[in-house]
């Protein structure tokens, strides 16, 4: 994803299951699998209404809630319309404050 190339360029590191090559879109996530989003931060969003309400729900449940970056209450929510684009310098400078903005705050 665009997003985590600003988060490599800004030195910061993704998770071992999230470092992988390329441009694609992030897999659809499962409850079974979501143990491979944990990291010291999240940054989540959604495009749709349907990706909002899927995100709520799974907020709600104890794997969610077991994740370190929830318990440390580092998890953030973002414009999934920016953070999921091909890019570009006014993207990059908006995930850039978003980055900035969450990691400043603590």
Do not use: M
């Given at each position: 994803q665009f997003a985590s190339g600003v988060a490599l360029e800004m030195g910061l590191k993704r998770p071992k299951s999230q470092n992988k090559d390329g441009n694609a879109h992030t897999p659809s996530l499962s409850l079974e699998k979501i143990?491979?989003?944990?990291?010291?931060?999240?940054?989540?969003?959604?495009?749709?209404?349907?990706?909002?309400?899927?995100?709520?729900?799974?907020?709600?449940?104890?794997?969610?809630?077991?994740?370190?970056?929830?318990?440390?209450?580092?998890?953030?929510?973002?414009?999934?319309?920016?953070?999921?684009?091909?890019?570009?310098?006014?993207?990059?400078?908006v995930v850039m404050e978003d980055y900035v903005k969450a990691l400043s705050a603590k």
């Open positions: 143990n491979e989003i944990d990291g010291d931060w999240l940054f989540l969003s959604t495009l749709t209404s349907d990706g909002a309400k899927a995100l709520k729900d799974v907020q709600g449940k104890p794997a969610y809630k077991e994740l370190g970056a929830v318990k440390n209450k580092q998890v953030v929510t973002v414009d999934g319309s920016v953070w999921s684009t091909r890019g570009g310098p006014l993207a990059a400078d």
